[in-house]
């Protein structure tokens, strides 16, 4: 089944089944979750942490890389920090991610054999370097996508930033850094 089917078909079953509940745009937890966009924690990274629909805003990226740089993820946070009254930011990576055997290299490679031109990769290459090449393993990757919000001009310094890891097999929830004052 092709995967417009698919959804449209799952789509039709919710809508039999689904009572409409309004919630608010303000997460209950005043908190926003920057995660991996790794298939493996849906559904589990929330049931571990006891998350529920309307609890957090959850921003999710490859290899829940944060740079304090004006991107898209301390874009996301600006808007939950300025307009969604979050007080609080939470980093979590998980084990065996995809990252950590991503390079600026094989990312070259695999965007030449898709038809994506040498120019255009030159293009990106400087920022590409940054971005593959720093993910160290998980655990650093939180301490530093943590250091690198906290740091970030941005945002304000009064802003809580801690940082978990989470094992995608069993749902283990390991505190990485305790942004707690």
């Given amino acids: 089944m092709d ?8 789509n039709d079953k919710f809508l039999g089944d689904f009572s ?4 608010s745009k303000i997460p209950r937890w005043k908190t926003a979750i920057v ?3 790794d298939t493996r924690l849906v559904n589990l990274l929330e049931a571990a ?3 529920k629909r309307g609890d957090v805003k959850m ?3 490859a290899g829940n890389i944060v740079d304090k740089n004006f991107n898209d993820v301390i874009k996301s946070l600006m808007v939950c920090v300025y ?3 979050v007080k609080k930011v939470v980093v979590i990576g998980h084990y065996k991610c995809g990252m950590e055997k991503t390079s600026s290299e094989s990312m070259e490679k695999h965007m030449l054999e898709r038809g994506i031109e040498g120019d255009v990769i030159a293009e990106i290459e400087p920022l590409l370097k940054k971005w593959a090449d720093a993910f160290c393993q998980p655990k650093q990757n939180v301490i530093d996508s943590v250091n690198n919000i906290k740091a970030c001009k941005y945002l304000p310094a009064d802003i809580a930033v801690c940082g978990f890891v989470i094992d995608p097999l069993t ?4 505190l990485v850094t305790d942004g707690r004052a």
């Avoid at 995967?3 to 799952?10: E, G």
């Avoid at 409409?20 to 919630?23: A, D, H, K, V």
């Avoid at 749902?171 to 390991?174: A, P, Q, S």
């Fill in 59 to 61: 921003i999710k990226t």
């Fill in 35 to 37: 995660t991996c966009m």
């Fill in 3 to 10: 995967i417009v089917d698919k959804i449209l078909q799952a």
């Fill in 20 to 23: 409409p509940t309004e919630y």
């Fill in 83 to 85: 307009e969604l009254q």
């Fill in 171 to 174: 749902g283990k929830l390991t």
């Fill in 49 to 51: 942490a006891g998350i």
